[in-house]
């Protein structure tokens, strides 16, 4: 059997050559290759030797001995992988990399006698001392590791080959030539057809793609025109082409490119045909574009009309604006002001603050006070909800998603709010699945319906509002902490009304205007038991009570009897004894922590502050209080709860 030994200089061009060679030969040959890092154990005879290039001849020769016969390798490029420089932009720069300057010169020679002379080659090598700081791209016929590491596109066109001359020396210094001609013949050919039929369909894919956007281009409503670095006119869609069917054709052109011209602008106000355009640019660097799209200003403003009010049709608005918050108070002026410098931030926004203190109300201001007042506001309280709805509120459905699910799927709060801001209302009775999705919404800025595979990109601000101790819960592990800091990136805490009493009177009176059809006067009694009342249902408990007033009156003064119960039986009751207040403010605290407590704690904390009860003392004074309706009492792990009676007062 006839012997071939191959030396090349690397593994990969080793690789490369006896693929191809196998390919061509077959059987018919027994190969034997080595890079110049391979170890050699004995001298090479009786062979035919193949070298990839006269530097390997020379560093391997004393291996040789006279009775082989050599072949210096005439290389070409593999055609295989070179339709990848066809994406490179005319005259760019790029560097070729091999591993000499020789190689790399050859290997510049090829491409351009191949038709790859568009670009401009710079030929790299270790060694080369070349600066490559404005350099893009790098060829490189399988030497990858040799290129810059600042370089952002690499195009390694794999190793050279073996030119067909060489491979017809080779046949014929093994008397193969005759044999296999036509079969090697056959094959390039092949090969050729091959390539050929690959490019044509590359080719029909990119016209038939650039066929589809002109034709999308060309259903946009919106002028669009483009322009070379000449200022030369170089597309034009259909839109654009019937702005300028015009008599003013001349003057609306020369509108267009000062516009294009000005490096300072980037939108304008164009008037052409006699209405007013929003000029947009767009600037393409590579190749040198100026891309300008016309929007006419009446068409958009109509359209954004036409949106907003569909968008009120359907509620998904906010309706109230920091105007509504009525106050008086420093502490409400001070929170106003804050919360109108985070309206101004897209951050997610945590408000805390116990029920009835206005949290959706000051939601809905953040949003009509920030940049996305135009688009939808949303809201969804998690307490009213079980998980299963929540989950497909917030997110939607893919059709089929679960039993019952509408036929096409449906749209998730989150994508309806698209632009604007979701308001999440008692996020702390969330269960951990859906901690665990909104994590991914605040993280990632995208959704995924239920039963959907896609995840679907989202802008949508959050705020969220709980009258729940989160951190607490996050400390029980009922919360999760992630959840919570990327949710209070800016945080609001909206006071109870008992600690803004100069709002109490002044809300009092404005819910009485509001609601009242004629005037009313308030008694002195009753001023003093409004501004004494703890207010534990806060804003909206005074709002009820004002209803409760209204409801019942007959004359045209309020007094105490016209008061709910509520009120005027904690103003009947407010005369507690140091004792009485001592166990309900330890039986508060307990409560607010979530702690049981008994009479043989109170004991022992009562010896602590100094009175000194015994339990037999503290059984008689819960009798008394529970008569009262200051506490409740059960069995097992409730114990001892305050009512709403006495969280009123204390």
């Known amino acids: 059997m006839n012997k071939l030994v191959i030396f090349s200089g690397t593994s990969s061009t080793k690789k490369e050559i006896v693929d191809q060679i196998s390919t061509l030969l077959g059987d018919n040959l027994e190969i034997s290759a080595y890079a110049t890092d391979d170890d050699i154990l004995y001298p090479i005879s009786n062979s035919l030797v193949l070298v990839t290039s006269p530097l390997i001849l020379d560093s391997v020769k004393p291996l040789i001995r006279e009775n082989c016969k050599i072949i210096v390798a005439r290389r070409t490029l593999n055609l295989s992988n070179l339709d990848k420089i066809l994406y490179i932009n005319p005259n760019e720069n790029v560097l070729l990399v091999n591993d000499t300057y020789d190689t790399a010169i050859e290997s510049i020679e090829l491409l351009k006698n191949f038709g790859f002379d568009f670009i401009n080659y710079t030929p790299y090598y270790p060694n080369s001392h070349i600066d490559t700081s404005n350099f893009k791209y790098a060829i490189t016929p399988g030497e990858p590791h040799l290129v810059p590491h600042n370089i952002e596109n690499v195009i390694d066109i794999g190793p050279r080959i073996i030119d067909i001359t060489t491979i017809v020396e080779i046949l014929s210094n093994l008397s193969m030539l005759n044999k296999k001609s036509h079969n090697i013949s056959a094959r390039y050919i092949n090969k050729i057809i091959s390539l050929s039929r690959e490019l044509y369909t590359k080719n029909k894919n990119i016209k038939e793609l650039n066929e589809l956007l002109t034709r999308l281009i060309n259903h946009i409503d919106d002028a669009i025109i483009c322009f070379d670095g000449n200022l030369d006119m170089k597309f034009i869609n259909n839109s654009a082409r019937k702005l300028m069917q015009t008599e003013d054709y001349d003057d609306n052109l020369y509108k267009i490119k000062s516009f294009i011209s000005n490096q300072k602008l980037i939108e304008s106000i164009l008037y052409l045909n006699g209405c007013e355009y929003i000029a947009i640019k767009e600037l393409s660097y590579e190749p040198e574009l100026s891309i300008c799209i016309l929007k006419n200003a009446r068409e958009r403003i109509n359209i954004e009309n036409k949106l907003r009010k569909e968008i009120k049709n359907r509620g998904y608005v906010a309706k109230y604006s920091f105007e509504n918050i009525i106050h008086k108070s420093p502490v409400m002026k001070d929170l106003i002001n804050i919360s109108k410098k985070l309206s101004q931030s897209d951050f997610s926004i945590l408000i805390t603050g116990e029920s009835g203190t206005g949290k959706e109300l000051f939601a809905s201001s953040i949003h009509n006070y920030s940049k ?25 459905y893919e059709e089929g998603a679960f039993t019952g699910a509408k036929k096409g799927g449906k749209i998730g709060l989150f994508e309806i709010a698209n632009g604007g801001t979701i308001f999440l209302d008692e996020i702390g009775d969330i269960t951990p699945k859906i901690q665990l999705r909104l994590l991914r919404v605040l993280q990632e800025k995208e959704i995924l319906k239920v039963g959907g595979s896609m995840p679907i990109p989202i802008d949508v601000r959050i705020i969220a509002a709980t009258n729940k101790d989160l951190f607490t819960l996050v400390r029980e592990g009922k919360f999760r902490e992630d959840l919570y800091y990327r949710l209070k990136k800016l ?160």
Do not use: M
């Open 372 to 396: 996305r007042k135009n688009a939808p506001f949303l809201a969804i309280n998690f307490a009213s909800l079980p998980e299963e709805i929540i989950e497909s509120e917030l997110f939607g």
């Open 491 to 650: 945080y609001i805490k909206l006071p109870p009304l008992r600690d803004r009493r100069d709002d109490i009177l002044h809300l009092f009176n404005y819910f009485l205007d509001k609601k009242s059809e004629y005037p009313l006067e308030v008694s002195k009694e009753v001023k003093d038991i409004l501004l004494s009342y703890n207010w534990p249902g806060n804003v909206r408990e005074l709002e009820n009570t004002v209803e409760y007033i209204l409801a019942i009156i007959e004359d045209d003064v309020i007094k105490p009897h016209h008061l709910p119960e509520d009120l005027i039986s904690t103003k009947r009751h407010c005369s507690l004894d140091d004792v009485e207040v001592f166990i309900l403010k330890t039986i508060k605290d307990f409560n607010a922590n979530r702690k049981i407590i008994g009479r043989k704690t109170l004991s022992e904390l009562s010896f602590e502050c100094g009175l000194n009860l015994s339990e037999q003392q503290i059984r008689s004074k819960l009798n008394i209080l529970q008569q009262n309706g200051y506490i409740e009492t059960s069995r097992g792990k409730v114990g001892i709860r305050l009512t709403s009676k006495a969280n009123s007062i204390i």
